[in-house]
Structure formats: structure tokens, C-alpha cells
T-cell receptor, first 117, second 113 residues
Framework: DQQVKQNSPSLSVQEGRISILNCDYTNSMFDYFLWYKKYPAEGPTFLISISSIKDKNEDGRFTVFLNKSAKHLSLHIVPSQPGDSAVYFCAASDTMNYGGSQGNLIFGKGTKLSVKP | DGGITQSPKYLFRKEGQNVTLSCEQNLNHDAMYWYRQDPGQGLRLIYYSQIVNDFQKGDIAEGYSVSREKKESFPLTVTSAQKNPTAFYLC????????????FGSGTRLTVV
């Protein structure tokens, strides 16, 4: 059973417009969330994160919003650029799980973003 | 510069042969992980290790084995028991807390013919 879901396998947007990538989770114990970006044949790289004590975190063109009641988070990219074309993975963690797996991240299946010039 | 290195980038093996993928980090991270990526499947956890000489099975450990004899190294062996070994394999390391995030290697593409 998937604990982290990215229901849109792909998203296409025009350069300069906003990209919104969505992620839903089922485990109410998750308290830390991250977004990773991955280019083909490369490892994912960290983009932005948010703790459950916040509902928004911003870093330049990237903003992550967290809605705990809906168990939903989203990544906004404004303005979108062709270099943003990649697969974006949402990840979540239960940082208080001391059963040996604290620190482990649960990943969604990813959303492939294409930004057209 | 600190980082995590996977080698080789591309690996070809005949069916029925075991093969070992290398993962080395000089970040002084305690935890290390192996993931497999298949099209449409995202990142699936194979094995992880939170400390030297200890490791745990992930979601898809069957047909794989690991060792963690040194903090810096976490090699993955793909055995002949793995039914669909052709995939992109990613190694990652972390300080062992989620707010530290993961640092990923650049991956190894394994093709079994």
C-alpha cells in the first residue's frame, strides 16, 4: 500500500508559467517532507523540504505548501524554466519512529515535468 | 569534496551471474541505502544500513544481498535469484535523520542479457 502518492505521472507547462506538482500521503505520523529532482541517468538531488510545524517553505522559485488536515503537499515552481524539466519525487518521513527506521524516506513514484519554451 | 560514488556507471552481465555494485561515501554519514528505479515505479528500497555491521531489508530485498563492513562502503550484490535484475540502481547516504535528507550517487545502470 503506497504511503506517498503522486497521482500525476506527467505534467507539461509553458515556460514562464507556474508548475504545480502534487503529493498525497496516508500516514498521519509523517512529519517531515522533501522534494527531490532527478534528471535521466543521474541520482536525485535535494530541492526543498518542510517540517509539519510549518505550512509553507520558500526557496527562490520553489515553494512547498503543506496541508496537514488533507495530508497533501504541493510544490510550486514560478516561473518555470526549460531546465526545470525533470522527474520530481515527493518523500516523507516519520522522524519520531525509533523502531530502527527513523531517517528513512518514503518516496512517491514521481511526476515528470516538461517545461516547453 | 565530499560525496557518494557509484561504480560502474553501466554494467552488463549474463543471466545467472552474480554481480556486485559499488557504493562509497566520504561524507561521514552513518546511514546508507540502496534503491532500484524502474519506469513508472519510482524509487523502491532494497536494503538499508543505519550503522556499520548492521543492515535491514527494504521492500524488495529478495534476490539481493549487502554488507556494511566499513562506514564508507555499502556494496550491493545482485544474485542470480533476482528475477528481473535489469534496472537503474541508486545508492544514497544520510546522517540518519530525515531532516538531513539523502545524498544520492549518480546511479548504476545494470543490464542482464
Amino acid at each position: 500500500d503506497q504511503q506517498v502518492k503522486q497521482n500525476s505521472p506527467s505534467l507539461s507547462v509553458q515556460e514562464g508559467r507556474i508548475s504545480i506538482l502534487n503529493c498525497d500521503y496516508t500516514n498521519s505520523m509523517f512529519d517531515y517532507f522533501l522534494w527531490y529532482k532527478k534528471y535521466p541517468a543521474e541520482g536525485p538531488t535535494f530541492l526543498i523540504s518542510i517540517s509539519s510545524i510549518k505550512d509553507k517553505n520558500e526557496d527562490g522559485r520553489f515553494t512547498v505548501f503543506l496541508n496537514k488536515s488533507a495530508k497533501h503537499l504541493s510544490l510550486h515552481i514560478v516561473p518555470s524554466q526549460p531546465g526545470d524539466s525533470a522527474v520530481y519525487f515527493c518523500a516523507a518521513s516519520d522522524t519520531m519512529n525509533y523502531g530502527g527506521s527513523q531517517g528513512n524516506l518514503i518516496f512517491g513514484k514521481g511526476t515528470k515535468l516538461s517545461v516547453k519554451p | 569534496d565530499g560525496g557518494i560514488t557509484q561504480s560502474p556507471k553501466y554494467l552488463f552481465r549474463k543471466e545467472g551471474q552474480n554481480v556486485t555494485l559499488s557504493c562509497e561515501q566520504n561524507l561521514n554519514h552513518d546511514a546508507m541505502y540502496w534503491y532500484r528505479q524502474d519506469p513508472g515505479q519510482g524509487l523502491r528500497l532494497i536494503y538499508y544500513s543505519q550503522i556499520v555491521n548492521d543492515f535491514q531489508k527494504g521492500d524488495i530485498a529478495e534476490g539481493y544481498s549487502v554488507s556494511r563492513e566499513k562506514k564508507e562502503s555499502f556494496p550491493l550484490t545482485v544474485t542470480s535469484a533476482q528475477k528481473n535484475p535489469t534496472a537503474f540502481y541508486l545508492c544514497a547516504s544520510s546522517i540518519g535523520r530525515a531532516d538531513g535528507g539523502y545524498t544520492f550517487g549518480s546511479g548504476t545502470r545494470l543490464t542482464v542479457v
